[in-house]
């Protein structure tokens, strides 16, 4: 049947997908909130038909068609979360793994497993992603490049080029699309993990594949770890095949737990950008910080080099919680010479532009106020009183 231009569903806003992606069956399934599905097998009553199915894996890596066969091929419960966050990112597929860096070891593998073994990439990059590249752990190889390098980086066993922007940690922002067009048939992965697609979405800008720390933003309450990659159907296609293989499965609570927290995505992420924003700039007009780092598309983290002991900023800090990672609706600090980005080498650091007096901030829904007070505080080394610690649960940590 030919579809009438009226019958054609308008593209919704991402305020909307947010809360829709994902669950257009559910009324028809007469449920509203989404159900999890912890099955790790399933009935397989007729083997031919199952082995048929199984064939038809392995050959394509196209989702099974009818009910799960077992938990490490497939999940309802996590497929949502796919759907809908490939939905967010503009992709024609999603695929979710156990955390972010079981995300990029699959599709350093992806590629790899076609004989693309080398990667060209621009640092800074998260601490442990700089790390499975430059130890060449899964049998990758690397080339550092700055951004005007890629081109002539490029060899013909290149299978990716790889970028942050805004970087982990200092919020270094790339021209996407320039980037895009050095790559020429190369495709450039692009970890969306700070931007998150309330504030850019790579694939427009011509990257190829996203990369998320799912973890972060798009949980946003620091509950659960995961990892996601948004792409087109033929890489998703791959990126199953080595999932199934590997083993790095996003478990279904974790699946449900995303989808949920993409809901409230874009609300958060402009409620935390807006306070953000703020505290750059005052962290900007204050004598004891060097500089802010804070990118132009805005975003939740703001990066800021101290004067004095970046140390004594950490340990003085009462409400804002000294932790590595971000991107929960509390606010964390942390120095990325001593935690995320510790495992790089020293020189590698200072080649990406990681000073040791640098400070990241993942910002939260608290009030501004304060949040300015705590850093105020914490900046001239007086910390406040910390509020009293109820006794009650720590057996249970
Ligand atoms: N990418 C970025 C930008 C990150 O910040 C992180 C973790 O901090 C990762 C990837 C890795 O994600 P995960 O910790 O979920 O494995």
Same mark, same amino acid.
């Given at each position: 049947?030919?579809?009438?231009?009226?019958?054609?569903?308008?593209?919704?806003?991402?305020?909307?997908?947010?809360?829709?992606? +994902?669950?257009?069956?559910?009324?028809?399934?007469?449920?509203?909130?989404?159900?999890?599905?912890?099955?790790?097998?399933?009935?397989?009553?007729?083997?031919?038909?199952?082995?048929?199915?199984?064939?038809?894996?392995?050959?394509?890596?196209?989702?099974?068609? +009818?009910?799960?066969?077992?938990?490490?091929?497939? @999940?309802?419960?996590?497929?949502?979360?796919?759907?809908?966050?490939?939905?967010?990112?503009?992709?024609?597929?999603?695929?979710?793994?156990?955390?972010?860096?079981?995300?990029?070891?699959?599709?350093?593998?992806?590629?790899?497993?076609?004989?693309?073994? &080398?990667?060209?990439?621009?640092?800074?990059?998260?601490?442990?992603?700089?790390?499975?590249?430059?130890?060449?752990?899964?049998?990758?190889?690397?080339?550092?490049?700055?951004?005007?390098?890629?081109?002539?980086?490029?060899?013909?066993?290149?299978?990716?080029?790889?970028?942050?922007?805004?970087?982990?940690?200092?919020?270094?922002?790339?021209?996407?699309?320039?980037?895009? &067009?050095?790559?020429?048939?190369?495709?450039?992965?692009?970890? @969306?993990?700070?931007?998150?697609?309330?504030?850019?979405?790579?694939?427009?800008?011509?990257? %190829?594949?996203?990369?998320?720390?799912?973890?972060?933003?798009?949980?946003? &309450?620091?509950?659960?770890?995961?990892?996601?990659?948004?792409?087109?159907?033929?890489?998703?296609?791959?990126?199953?095949?080595?999932?199934?293989?590997?083993?790095?499965?996003? &478990?279904?609570?974790?699946?449900?737990?995303?989808?949920?927290?993409?809901?409230?995505?874009?609300?958060?992420? %402009?409620?935390?950008?807006?306070?953000?924003?703020?505290?750059?700039?005052?962290?900007?007009?204050?004598?004891?910080?060097?500089?802010?780092?804070?990118?132009?598309?805005?975003?939740?983290?703001?990066?800021?080099?101290?004067?004095?002991?970046?140390?004594?900023?950490?340990?003085?800090?009462?409400?804002?919680?000294?932790?590595?990672?971000?991107?929960?609706?509390?606010?964390?600090?942390?120095?990325?010479?001593?935690?995320?980005?510790?495992?790089?080498?020293?020189?590698?650091?200072?080649?990406?532009?990681?000073?040791?007096?640098?400070?990241?901030?993942?910002? +939260?829904?608290?009030?501004?106020?304060?949040?300015?007070?705590?850093?105020?505080?914490?900046?001239?080394?007086?910390?406040?009183?910390?509020?009293?610690?109820?006794?009650? +649960?720590?057996?249970?940590?």
């Amino acid at each position: 049947m030919e579809t009438t231009p009226s019958a054609v569903t308008p593209p919704r806003a991402l305020a909307t997908e947010a809360v829709h992606a +994902g669950r257009e069956d559910l009324a028809a399934l007469g449920v509203h909130a989404t159900p999890l599905d912890l099955s790790t097998t399933y009935p397989s009553a007729d083997s031919r038909a199952e082995a048929a199915r199984l064939d038809e894996f392995a050959a394509t890596g196209a989702r099974l068609s +009818g009910p799960p066969v077992y938990g490490r091929l497939d @999940n309802p419960t996590v497929a949502r979360f796919e759907e809908a966050l490939a939905r967010l990112e503009g992709a024609e597929a999603a695929v979710a793994f156990a955390s972010g860096m079981a995300a990029l070891s699959a599709m350093l593998l992806v590629r790899a497993s076609a004989g693309l073994r &080398h990667v060209v990439a621009v640092r800074p990059l998260y601490g442990c992603s700089d790390h499975l590249l430059n130890s060449g752990l899964l049998g990758t190889e690397v080339t550092w490049v700055d951004p005007a390098g890629i081109e002539e980086a490029i060899r013909p066993d290149t299978g990716l080029v790889m970028v942050e922007s805004p970087a982990n940690p200092t919020l270094a922002e790339l021209d996407l699309r320039a980037l895009a &067009h050095s790559c020429g048939t190369v495709p450039l992965l692009a970890d @969306n993990t700070f931007a998150t697609p309330v504030l850019q979405r790579p694939l427009e800008s011509g990257a %190829r594949v996203v990369l998320h720390s799912a973890t972060k933003y798009l949980g946003g &309450h620091g509950d659960v770890l995961g990892g996601v990659i948004a792409c087109d159907e033929a890489t998703a296609r791959q990126l199953r095949q080595i999932r199934f293989a590997t083993g790095g499965v996003l &478990h279904p609570l974790a699946g449900y737990l995303l989808l949920r927290g993409l809901s409230t995505l874009p609300v958060r992420v %402009r409620a935390q950008s807006a306070t953000a924003a703020e505290l750059a700039r005052r962290l900007g007009e204050d004598p004891r910080v060097r500089r802010v780092h804070y990118p132009r598309l805005g975003g939740a983290m703001v990066a800021f080099e101290v004067v004095d002991d970046p140390h004594e900023v950490i340990a003085s800090v009462r409400l804002i919680t000294p932790a590595v990672s971000l991107g929960s609706v509390d606010s964390l600090i942390q120095h990325p010479g001593s935690i995320s980005h510790r495992i790089v080498d020293e020189r590698d650091r200072r080649s990406g532009g990681i000073s040791d007096r640098l400070l990241r901030m993942s910002v +939260g829904l608290e009030d501004v106020e304060d949040l300015w007070s705590d850093l105020d505080a914490a900046l001239s080394g007086r910390p406040r009183e910390r509020a009293a610690t109820p006794a009650v +649960g720590t057996a249970a940590r």
